[in-house]
Nanobody
Framework: QVQLVESGGGLVQAGGSLRPSCASP????????MGWFRQAPGKEREFVPG????????YYVDSVKGRFTISRDNAKNTVYLQMNSLKPEDTAVYYC??????????????????WGQGTQVTVAS
């Protein structure tokens, strides 16, 4: 497992934007797919988007398509989640996660082996 550190959450009004990021020290970041998950109170952890090791492949759950964009900068060992047109139902703790491989980024929790501590995103109506 590796260390993942999220930042950039916060409180925003509905319709606003946030851009959490996730940094991972070390030399292996660029080898692995990355994903973002979220967990709201009383709910199971939910996959949101994933990205391949190179950034060429991305995948989004239907609820965030067209509003969220995942990207990565391998030179900075960082993955980003641009969140636009936020809705109150997007409120959750957001976690970044490292995939077990470079090419699986579709969302099964068991396919991710390292997790950040989470960053709170709250969208007020």
């Amino acid at each position: 497992q590796v260390q993942l550190v999220e930042s950039g959450g916060g409180l925003v009004q509905a319709g606003g934007s946030l851009r959490p990021s996730c940094a991972s020290p070390g030399r292996t970041f660029s080898r692995y797919a990355m994903g973002w998950f979220r967990q709201a109170p009383g709910k199971e952890r939910e996959f949101v988007p994933g990205i391949s090791w190179s950034g060429a492949g991305t995948y989004y759950v239907d609820s965030v398509k067209g509003r969220f964009t995942i990207s990565r900068d391998n030179a900075k060992n960082t993955v980003y989640l641009q969140m636009n047109s936020l809705k109150p139902e997007d409120t959750a703790v957001y976690y970044c996660a490292r995939g077990r491989t470079g090419t699986y980024y579709y969302g099964a929790v068991d396919e991710f082996d390292s997790w950040g501590q989470g960053t709170q995103v709250t969208v007020a109506s």
